[in-house]
Every structure is written in C-alpha cells, then in structure tokens.
C-alpha cells in the first residue's frame, strides 16, 4: 500500500507544489487547508506522516500538532515562517518531530520526510490486546505465536489494525489493499477475511475480526 503524507497547509500554491513533489516521489497526498478539515482527515485516513502549516486560519499549527500528538504517534513535519530558537523549540515540545523554515525548496522537504519515514518504519509496532503486527518486518504474534498470513493477508489485517473499532466497507478495503483492481462483484475481500479468521482461531483468536452486516468490517479493540 501506498504510504499516505497528510498536507495541512491554506496556501494552494504551497499545497500544490508540495503535493506534486510528493506524489512524484511516490506517496499518496491528502491535503486539507485548515486545522479542523485536517485534525478529520487524520482520524478518517490514519496518514503515515503529517505537514503541519503553522499559520492556519482557524487554529495555530502548534495547537494541531498537540491535538494529532494526543492520539497518534504519528511523525509531525511543521513548516513556519518564523525563524526564532524559543518558536522552535516550542513547536517540538508540542509534538512536532521536525519543523522547516519557509521559504523551503521542495525537495528537502521530501528527503526530510524520507528521514521520518524511515525512523517510525525501523519500531512501529501495533498492539491490539493479544495480537502485535510488525508491519515493516510483516511479522504478526497472536499470543506469544506467529500467525502466518499471505502477503495480502497480512496487508489487509495492518489496514484495519491501523484503527481498530472502525467499520471498513468492501469498497474502502478492496481501494487501500488492492488499489480498486478487484473486479465487480468479488468475494476476494470475503474470502481472505475468512481464512485470516481460521488462522486466528487456530490460536484462539475468536471474534477478532467483526462483521457488520450490510456495512462492513472491524478489527476489534480488545
């Protein structure tokens, strides 16, 4: 799956040279132009990295940023215009991993997003109860044993592991693991949730995964 950079910036002009360096480098950008619409795109679409503006017309960026921090680890890029020590500092104690002075050329603020990348993809680790999925060494335990998933498998159980309680429909899940390829009227989403269900309840993992009749599926968070 494509890694997923969330560009909080009301500056289309930043926004769109920005999401054009990005998406040439190979990530899917969503953008937001203030710090409400972004503060809901990131509960929705669970980015791998945000590009936080601090000067946003409804909140301060450094607000946004202890907002996303309080319930996400998710690596924080500030962009400001303001150049002085005791404004940096601040915006790293708010939650920011990195923060760039604007005017900035585009293609460092990719290569620094490279860096963030690279560090949270060296731990993440996502614990639900018993169960522990490595996505960068595509490993997942459930209860101390290794459950052995297909590639597909596995990329589909870290999507909704991604944020468990969340009903996912067919579409939502058939676009984020198989990039919209699946055919009309596939049972493939059906069936690999099945056999992920027949390998979790080999090792007692019953009720993990939760159908939603008509809607979907959820990971559950306990």
């Given at each position: 799956m494509e890694q997923r950079i969330?560009?909080?910036?009301?500056?289309?002009?930043?926004?769109r040279v920005v999401q054009y360096e990005l998406e040439q480098a190979g990530y899917r950008v969503l953008t937001a132009p203030d710090g409400?619409?972004?503060?809901?795109?990131?509960?929705?679409?669970?980015?791998?990295?945000?590009?936080?503006?601090?000067?946003?017309?409804?909140f301060d960026g450094a607000e946004i940023?202890?907002?996303?921090?309080?319930?996400?680890?998710?690596?924080?890029?500030?962009?400001?215009?303001?150049?002085?020590?005791?404004?940096?500092?601040?915006?790293?104690?708010?939650?920011?991993?990195?923060?760039m002075t604007?005017?900035?050329?585009p293609e460092e603020l990719v290569a620094r997003v490279k860096v963030q990348l690279r560090h949270q993809q060296h731990g993440e680790v996502i614990t639900i109860g018993a169960l522990e999925i490595h996505p960068q060494k595509r490993l997942c335990?459930?209860?101390?044993?290794?459950?052995?998933?297909?590639?597909k498998e596995f990329d589909l159980l870290t999507f909704l592991a991604r944020q468990p309680g969340r009903?996912?429909?067919?579409?939502?899940?058939?676009?984020e693991v198989w990039n919209g390829e699946l055919p009309s009227?596939?049972?493939?989403?059906?069936?690999?949730?099945?056999n992920m269900r027949a390998k979790l309840r080999d090792l007692d993992g019953y009720g993990i995964i939760r159908t939603v009749r008509g809607i979907g599926y959820a990971l559950k968070t306990n």
């Open positions: 969330l560009l909080i910036e009301d500056n289309p002009d930043i926004t409400i619409s972004g503060l809901t795109s990131a509960r929705e679409n669970v980015p791998d990295l945000v590009i936080l503006d601090l000067g946003l017309p409804d940023a202890r907002r996303l921090r309080k319930t996400s680890p998710v690596p924080i890029i500030i962009l400001t215009a303001m150049d002085a020590l005791d404004r940096k500092v601040n915006l790293l104690e708010a939650g920011a991993d990195d923060y604007k005017p900035f050329h335990h459930y209860n101390g044993h290794e459950v052995r998933l297909s590639p009903v996912y429909s067919r579409g939502e899940i058939e676009r009227n596939s049972n493939v989403v059906d069936v690999h949730m099945a």
